[in-house]
């Protein structure tokens, strides 16, 4: 009887030792040009086609089932899902309409050290919007048609987001 406990329980040591790791490890995204999250640089590349772009592995356009549930911190009535790992997707009518890089070790990439900086690497923005609330002060720079958008946090000093895709999207009803 001792014997086959102690085969069990190796065995189980085993099992979670490699299964378990499978299981909890996050899946790096799919090594592409094109991967937001491994070449931020992209977001300020007009040469590379905002279809093209993916974040952790989410294109615009993509279902919402392709955001794994086991990512999803929380969700808002807006239609952002903001996920563990610093990435939000506006999701509309079931498809992904704006991919939010939110991530800081990325965006800091970018080399945006100052205000000045959105527009030294984006070029000049086709419109700037302050939203100023109690708890935010963000200074908004849209490019592109709008369909890239660089947020500056004024009470952080930082980039604090760099949104890409559609500007105003409404559902459908």
Known sequence: MPAMWTSCSLLLIVLVTFCGCAVTKPAEPAASPFEVSTNPRIL??????????????????SPRSAIRPNRILSEDPNGWIICRDACRYRVLNDKVVTLGAWDQQALGQLGVND?????????????????????????????????????????????STVNIGAAVATPKP
Request: proline share 2%; no cysteine; glycine share 6%.
């Open 44 to 61: 300020a590349d007009y040469a590379t086609p905002i279809e093209k772009m993916t974040l952790r592995g989410v294109a615009l356009g």
């Open 115 to 159: 205000e000045a900086d959105i527009e030294a690497l984006f070029g000049k923005a086709e419109a700037v919007d302050r939203v100023d609330t109690v708890s935010t002060k963000m200074t908004i720079y849209r490019f592109a048609n709008g369909e890239r958008r660089a947020s500056w946090d004024r009470i952080l000093n930082r980039l």
